[in-house]
């Protein structure tokens, strides 16, 4: 969808009326309808592609399939690091969090990479995965970056930028 987006098209959508859980949190530019402006009715709208669950991120409700392309590389499966009896508690915590979520399900394929537990400076630890294995055997996409001096001259004094 391109262009400006108008109130009658957010009520066509559905229900951009009814609050956020946590819209009071919620802060986008200058609102100067208190809490009414046009990001928070989108995000009303579409409130369930939005929506956490506690400290876990959202898993998505669209229908994408991601490809990575690894030539004609054969499976990788790496053993499991070594943790300490909590930080085992740690993962299988996050584990069961991210099933009930819908952000990982199980599986029995021939990939497997190994979980890597990040202390964050906050003392939080931070559940990650070590892709390092796979990062190597996977090919490049190539895009090149626009300069910025063209791309600022072409927008001119362009209200919208689509690039």
Known sequence: MNGVLHRDQLREMGDSETPLENEDEVHIGIDDEGGGGPMNRLLRVYREQAKGTGDCPPATVLDVEH???IGDAVPI???RRRHAQQEDVVVETNVMKMLAAGVIEEGNGAWGFPVVLVRKKDG???FCVDYTALNKITSKDVYTIPRIDETLEASGSAAYLRL
């Open 67 to 69: 490809h990575i392309d």
């Open 77 to 79: 499966l790496m053993k």
């Open 124 to 126: 939080e630890i931070r």
